[in-house]
């Protein structure tokens, strides 16, 4: 019995040549619309689907596969009697190939101009179900969503007499519903975006595979790297590399810490990071002034450094970057006179990121054994809160500006956080201890005698007065914090003994 295959695909991608080989070992082609007419072109016989279902397309193509012809032959069982003898008594011919991807919906929802009626007639239902159909009988029918596989199948039919192994009938079998799935998680996120529905009762998302990594955190870990579909824009995900070696699952993770601390500056900032908190940054009138300050603030921990600038690296900065060991700089854009210098470097990563976008509010999600915990994205600024001064002396303009810069970085510094700031410059932190006099310490330890005259930022409350009276004694003058202990007033009381501006937010920055 001649074989059967059924083609309708959005992205003609390498269709022609692959039906071509087909038809020329025999399989008839039965096809519907836009794929018909690009087959009939190429010069290849085409069965329509008319033909087949005995049935018109309708509805501007909504209803033209669901009918019992077309799943009666993905569905009916080779070697089930019934099933067999049912097909023969309602004239329903066996497909036995599904060459099927669907409506373009991911493309449509990101074009800005695109409505939710261009996003709603975008949503394949006759593809999906075909796709299930074959794939849920895989034994007999093969079901190719992807045009990678298109190669690997035909060669393996030229070896096998015109036949697949079910060990490939099944590879592409788990394909196809994972490629279903992933479609109906986008179609599932972009609804309950527009209901409003913050945390639904299912939570449905999908990623597409970017790059197999060597490894992960470890080098006997397997690992890879997936990027978000409709996701943020301004990402690691969404990063063009210029140049330099293939990054790895900790140049991945540092790269992200960096790029969530230059996005909360509005003028030219530098972040350098270590281990997925920042060990230096900088704020200047250019980015140069400020890639110096954020070197100054610690000149041991960013060798080996990813380096983070929001706008342009120009020549100059260029020449003070390569007289150091980086792993990645990330910028906007690179002069070309900044990438002849930094390119010399064969290993150094250079990634570009579009700044320029909109930060969206994000849902990020995390694992844990067994489950996932989400939450928006802690995107909340300065000018976000209502600040209280309840110390005697006031912080002065340039301790304001200070505390700011200080607390736009504690944020995204892992918990327990402490940061010291002082011309326009990290100078201490102390990231990710047990406790917060500890973290004070660590970063008061850091900056030596150039604590004295700058400002701390911590990213909770103080729930004893111990940590002021630490900053009080190496010089701090300003401290911002959230506030809400039960023993604030001691905090207030040691600020005062020793002359410290206190200014309380409100808001809590805890980073696990």
Not at 297 to 320: M, P, Q, W
Not at 356 to 363: D, G, H, K, L
Not at 426 to 449: L, P, W
Request: proline letters at 4%; glycine letters at 8%; charged letters at 25%.
């Amino acid at each position: 019995m001649k074989k059967r295959a059924l083609v309708s695909v959005s992205d003609k991608q390498g269709i022609v040549p692959f039906i071509e080989k087909l038809a020329a070992m025999g399989v008839e082609v039965i096809s519907t619309g836009g794929t018909k007419r690009a087959l009939e072109e190429a010069g290849i016989n085409v069965i329509g689907i008319e033909e087949v279902t005995g049935f018109p397309e309708m509805m501007d193509g909504r209803v033209k596969t669901l009918h019992p012809a077309i799943h009666g032959g993905l569905l009916g069982v080779r070697e089930n009697e019934e099933h067999m003898s049912a097909l023969n008594e309602q004239g329903i011919g066996l497909i036995d190939f599904v060459i099927v991807n669907l409506y373009p919906f991911q493309a449509t929802v990101e074009n800005p101009d695109a409505t939710f009626d261009d996003a709603i007639e975008n949503i394949d239902i006759g593809g999906p179900s075909m796709i299930r159909s074959a794939a849920k009988n895989h034994q007999d029918v093969a079901v190719i969503v992807d045009a990678e596989d298109y190669p690997a199948v035909l060669q393996e039919l030229k070896d096998f007499d015109g036949e697949l192994t079910i060990e490939r009938k099944r590879k592409l079998a788990a394909k196809a519903f994972r490629h279903t799935a992933a479609y109906d998680a986008l179609i599932g996120e972009y609804l309950t975006k527009h209901t409003g529905e913050d945390a639904p009762e299912k939570l449905t998302v999908t990623y597409n595979r970017k790059q197999m990594l060597r490894y992960g955190e470890n080098p006997h870990q397997l690992a890879a790297f997936y990027e978000r579909p409709l996701g943020n824009p301004v990402s690691i995900a969404k990063a063009e590399q210029l140049h330099g070696k293939e990054l790895s699952y900790n140049n991945i993770n540092d790269a992200d810490a960096a790029l969530a601390v230059i996005r909360d500056f509005n003028g030219p900032a530098v972040a350098a990071i270590k281990h997925m908190n920042p060990c230096g940054v900088g704020i200047g009138d250019t980015i140069y002034d400020a890639f110096i300050k954020a070197y100054e603030a610690d000149s041991t921990s960013i060798f080996g450094g990813i380096i983070a600038c929001n706008r342009e690296v120009d020549k100059e900065t260029a020449l003070k970057m390569k007289e150091i060991f980086l792993e990645i700089i990330i910028a906007p854009s690179f002069s070309k006179e900044a990438l002849a210098v930094l390119t010399e470097k064969k290993n150094l990563r250079l990634l570009t990121v579009n700044l320029s976008s909109n930060q969206p509010s994000e849902q990020r999600i995390t694992t844990v054994s067994g489950g996932a915990l989400m939450q928006e994205t802690d995107t909340l600024s300065y000018e976000d809160v209502e600040v209280t001064i309840p110390t005697d002396r006031k912080p002065s303009d340039r301790e304001l500006e200070q505390i700011k810069m200080a607390w736009k970085v504690v944020k995204h510094v892992k918990s327990n956080a402490i940061v010291l700031a002082k011309d326009d410059m990290t100078i201490g932190v102390g990231a990710g201890q047990m406790n917060r006099v500890g973290a004070a310490k660590i970063a008061i330890e850091q900056a030596g005698e150039k604590a004295e005259g700058s400002v701390m930022a911590s990213d909770a409350f103080f729930p004893m007065s111990d940590t002021v009276e630490a900053a009080g004694k190496a010089g701090i003058r300003c401290i911002i914090q959230p506030g809400g202990s039960k023993r604030d007033q001691e905090s207030i009381d040691m600020a005062n003994e020793y002359g410290i501006a206190m200014v309380f937010t409100g808001v809590r920055h805890f980073k696990h």
